[in-house]
């Protein structure tokens, strides 16, 4: 959740980034009506309770022949006391919704509009020229016994799929080199549960307008993640954390899970868009006023993997259109498909500032010993979807793949031929 103070002190930097996001800016002036009326609904609780308790005084110092109708009114007291109370709850409901409704706030310098209105920062790389037609991911794989879609969609449906032989090595292989490089960089490698409660899911803000795009196991209610970034952000749920030397840095390694629900007819072929995907997340807790060089940071991380799969990309300022509900920035680094003859998504890091943590009550102290809401930011070093990257850009005339120098010694081979 945004800060309730800094949006009664600044209500039209809210409504502003409202109108950046595409959304109702209009939810500003409900939640200040609700904040009104719930501070006004605590006031008068306080009032009829400190009224009751001068009221109580009074009885216990009445005579016998005072008594009977104070304790009356006293009843009567006690009875305004309980509505009060009533009230001051739903008020406190109606806060919380109105509150929760907010997405966070777009930073400043963050375009404006949907999807489409990204400002490309960086194009990096030369885009690959063929002397000969190249082969999308999905036909090289099958052709080198790689991926294989047609037993995927046999044993689980639509949009699974097999990965084989040196198909699955190759994403351990870039998995684990993610892996490395983090710890490297100070991360503390983390396998986390990909089942989480409720609590946590809202409270990274994946519960609102994209929640169908979660599995939700009804019967034990819980959700599976579609990121690890869900269960590292719980991770310090309801603590205060040391961030007296820096940042507090987890990378997860997890198998994500993602509906696809409004992706019907979209990147059917292959591996682009899948239900189930492994991926390993950078996720970061630090002080706010640390959380933009954080984020220079991870997006470096992010880059210097890229740079190890040696394939062209772009690095894109995401629109406030197109932000998640709890990011404030996000930029995306997106490699060339030559297939497709266009730039994909492959990673992405956003800075969330307080908006999780407030909703999950992860705190630091301050200089002065004072808790304070922590910042928590996230960002992709690896994932499936890399080898569609990894397979068309390496991709050579007689239908092999070189495979990224980096990767080699956790494949075992340099070239990936046909069986």
């Known amino acids: 959740m945004i800060d309730l103070k800094f949006v009664r002190e600044n209500p039209d930097v809210v409504r502003e980034s409202q109108r950046t996001r595409g959304e109702d800016p209009a939810l500003v002036d409900v939640l200040l009506e609700a904040d009104s009326a719930r501070r006004a609904a605590v006031a008068e609780g306080d009032r009829l309770r400190a009224e009751q308790k001068a009221f109580?005084?009074?009885?216990?110092?009445?005579?016998?022949?005072?008594?009977?109708?104070?304790?009356?009114?006293?009843?009567?007291?006690?009875?305004?006391?309980?509505?009060?109370?009533?009230?001051?709850?739903?008020?406190?409901?109606?806060l919380d919704t109105a509150h929760r409704a907010i997405s966070n706030i777009v930073q400043a310098g963050a375009p404006a509009g949907g999807e489409d209105d990204f400002v490309t920062l960086e194009t990096v790389g030369e885009v690959p020229s063929f002397d000969f037609e190249p082969k999308d991911h999905l036909e090289l794989g099958e052709s080198l016994g790689l991926l294989d879609m047609e037993r995927g969609a046999k044993v689980s449906g639509a949009r699974f799929y097999f990965?084989?032989?040196?198909?699955?090595?190759?994403?351990?292989?870039?998995?684990?080199?993610?892996?490395?490089?983090?710890?490297?960089?100070?991360?503390?490698?983390?396998?986390?549960?990909?089942?989480?409660?409720?609590?946590?899911?809202?409270?990274?803000?994946?519960?609102?307008?994209?929640?169908?795009?979660?599995?939700?196991?009804?019967?034990?209610?819980?959700?599976?993640?579609?990121?690890?970034?869900?269960?590292?952000?719980?991770?310090?749920?309801?603590?205060?954390?040391?961030?007296?030397?820096g940042p507090k840095r987890y990378v997860g390694w997890s198998s994500c899970f993602r509906r696809e629900a409004g992706s019907y007819g979209k990147d059917t072929r292959g591996i682009i868009r899948v239900h189930q995907f492994d991926k390993v997340e950078m996720f970061t807790y630090c002080r706010p006023?640390?959380?933009?060089?954080?984020?220079?940071?991870?997006?470096?991380?992010?880059?210097?993997?890229?740079?190890?799969?040696?394939?062209?990309?772009?690095?894109?300022?995401?629109?406030?259109?197109?932000?998640?509900?709890?990011?404030?920035?996000?930029?995306?680094?997106?490699?060339?498909?030559?297939?497709?003859?266009?730039?994909?998504?492959?990673?992405?890091?956003?800075?969330?500032?307080?908006?999780?943590a407030r909703r999950l009550g992860v705190r630091y102290r301050d200089e002065n010993g004072k808790p304070q809401t922590a910042a928590t930011l996230n960002g992709t070093l690896a994932t499936t979807r890399w080898l569609v990257a990894i397979l068309e850009n390496h991709q050579q005339a007689d239908g092999s793949v070189v495979v990224p120098e980096a990767l080699r010694p956790f494949v075992g081979v340099e070239v990936l031929r046909k069986p």
Not at 165 to 173: F, K, P, R, S, V
Not at 214 to 241: Q, R
Not at 304 to 315: N, S
Request: hydrophobic share 40%; glycine share 8%; aromatic share 6%.
């Open 56 to 94: 109580g005084k009074k009885v216990g110092q009445a005579s016998p022949d005072e008594r009977p109708a104070l304790l009356e009114g006293s009843k009567e007291l006690a009875a305004k006391v309980k509505a009060a109370e009533a009230e001051q709850n739903t008020a406190q409901a109606a």
């Open 163 to 245: 990965l084989t032989g040196y198909g699955a090595m190759l994403q351990l292989g870039m998995l684990q080199l993610a892996a490395q490089k983090a710890i490297a960089n100070g991360f503390t490698l983390m396998i986390p549960p990909v089942l989480v409660r409720p609590e946590v899911m809202a409270g990274t803000g994946f519960l609102g307008a994209h929640s169908d795009e979660i599995y939700h196991l009804e019967e034990d209610d819980l959700y599976l993640v579609g990121t690890s970034e869900v269960p590292l952000a719980g991770y310090h749920s309801g603590e205060i954390i040391d961030l007296a030397t």
């Open 289 to 356: 006023e640390d959380a933009d060089a954080e984020h220079q940071r991870l997006l470096g991380w992010e880059r210097d993997m890229l740079a190890a799969i040696d394939v062209p990309y772009r690095v894109i300022d995401v629109a406030g259109g197109d932000l998640g509900s709890s990011a404030a920035r996000k930029f995306d680094c997106e490699a060339w498909v030559p297939t497709q003859q266009t730039y994909r998504e492959l990673t992405s890091t956003s800075n969330c500032t307080t908006f999780q």
